[in-house]
């Protein structure tokens, strides 16, 4: 019944946002963005269309109920939506986080966090809000104060809308995530790194891991910028690119990674799940060195199975619980 439920959500959507896009000759995804605050405002006058869209949008909000949705309907139904969006205009830093891995991270935050019942999380690299949403999802015995920052102003939109209508505490910030950020050190950061270069190297002067000629990688910034902001003893869950460890600037990340932080866990994701090989990722999972903290005496280190193989993924649990048991 869950699909059903997820697919009339999403037709609420799709048909707003059809409507919203056409008359008002705007993107897909920018309609998206109007459409999921005309369903959290409840009405339609902020968006300035002739009677008769006006009269088809309201039939929609008579039948749209959005606050007795459970909140997994409508963040799958936003994320059908969004995928169509991207389908129209491919955009290389507008990909979304897979709903697997957003799940298995959830999965690691819950397990790492288990004695915390409150959380502050922050996704420095926020996009539509997908990867969060899921891990705030599933966060039902905590309660969390999140904070998420994009570049892009459609995607804010899109990130903002989704809290409003999922009730989030949400604050979200427009701006450069590597610049200075005006938020206090938060208990995790989650993050899928967007990997490629950094083209302000101006702005990359002021990181330990800048390069020493040329243009920095981005993900080693977001990185230092992430750990920056977490608290000490504070989790970090990363979607790193495989080749990480082995590129040029490799070398300094590494003697980051020992100075400030713990390395918990390096899980190398399918391959199944990545189109092409070259782009296949991992989580890593690090935790900023505090006066408590202590490094793991054994690195949680695996290969994960294909999402879809049940008993394999199974085995793989009882071998992580069996981690948390010895070393949590």
Same mark, same amino acid.
């Given at each position: ?9 999403y ?12 008359? #008002? !000759?705007?993107?897909?995804?920018? +309609?998206l963005?109007?459409?999921? %605050?005309?369903?959290f405002?409840?009405?339609?006058? *902020? $968006?300035?269309?002739?009677?008769e869209?006006?009269k088809? #949008? !309201?039939?929609l909000?008579?039948? +749209?109920e959005?606050?007795t949705? %459970?909140?997994?309907w409508?963040?799958k139904?936003? *994320? $059908? ?12 830093n507008?990909?979304?986080?897979p709903?697997?891995?957003g799940l ?6 819950n397990?790492f966090?288990?004695?915390?019942k409150?959380?502050t ?6 996009g ?8 705030l999802n599933?966060?039902s015995e905590?309660?969390?104060n999140s ?8 995607l804010?939109?899109?990130a903002?809308a989704?809290?409003?209508?999922l ?11 590597l610049?200075?950020l005006f938020?206090?050190p938060v208990d ?9 270069y950094?083209?302000?190297d ?19 910034l977001f990185?230092e910028q992430?750990?920056?902001h ?5 989790y970090?869950?990363f979607?790193i690119p495989n080749h990480l460890?082995?590129?040029?600037q490799?070398?300094?990340?590494k ?8 390395i918990?866990?390096?899980l190398?994701l399918?391959?199944s ?5 070259a782009?296949?990722k991992s989580?890593?999972?690090?935790q900023?060195?505090g ?5 793991p005496s ?14 394999a993924?199974?085995?793989?649990m009882?071998?992580?619980d ?7």
């Amino acid at each position: 019944m869950q699909k059903d439920h997820v697919g009339a959500v999403y037709e609420l959507l799709n048909e707003a946002a059809i409507i919203i896009k056409n008359e #008002l !000759q705007i993107s897909y995804i920018e +309609a998206l963005a109007e459409a999921g %605050e005309m369903y959290f405002l409840e009405k339609t006058d *902020q $968006l300035k269309l002739p009677d008769e869209k006006v009269k088809q #949008l !309201q039939a929609l909000l008579e039948k +749209a109920e959005f606050g007795t949705y %459970e909140h997994e309907w409508v963040r799958k139904a936003f *994320q $059908l939506a969004v995928l169509k969006g991207l389908k129209d205009v491919s955009h290389p830093n507008r990909q979304m986080t897979p709903d697997t891995i957003g799940l298995f991270i959830s999965y690691l935050v819950n397990k790492f966090m288990a004695d915390q019942k409150e959380l502050t999380v922050l996704d420095p690299a926020v996009g539509t809000g997908n990867l969060l949403f899921t891990v705030l999802n599933q966060l039902s015995e905590k309660t969390a104060n999140s904070y998420g920052i994009e570049i892009d102003d459609v995607l804010l939109k899109i990130a903002y809308a989704q809290a409003n209508l999922l009730k989030k505490e949400l604050e979200l910030f427009h701006q450069d995530s590597l610049e200075p950020l005006f938020i206090d050190p938060v208990d995790t950061v989650i993050c899928d790194l967007p990997v490629g270069y950094y083209p302000n190297d101006e702005g990359a002067e002021a990181f330990e891991l800048k390069a020493d000629e040329g243009h920095s990688f981005a993900h080693h910034l977001f990185i230092e910028q992430s750990v920056k902001h977490t608290k000490p003893g504070g989790y970090l869950f990363f979607m790193i690119p495989n080749h990480l460890f082995e590129s040029s600037q490799s070398d300094k990340l590494k003697q980051f990674f020992k100075d400030k932080v713990h390395i918990n866990a390096l899980l190398q994701l399918p391959k199944s799940i990545f189109k092409d090989e070259a782009h296949a990722k991992s989580i890593l999972v690090l935790q900023k060195k505090g006066e408590e903290t202590k490094a793991p005496s054994k690195i949680l280190l695996a290969n994960l199975p294909s999402f879809s193989n049940q008993k394999a993924m199974l085995d793989m649990m009882a071998q992580f619980d069996e981690w948390f048991r010895k070393e949590k």
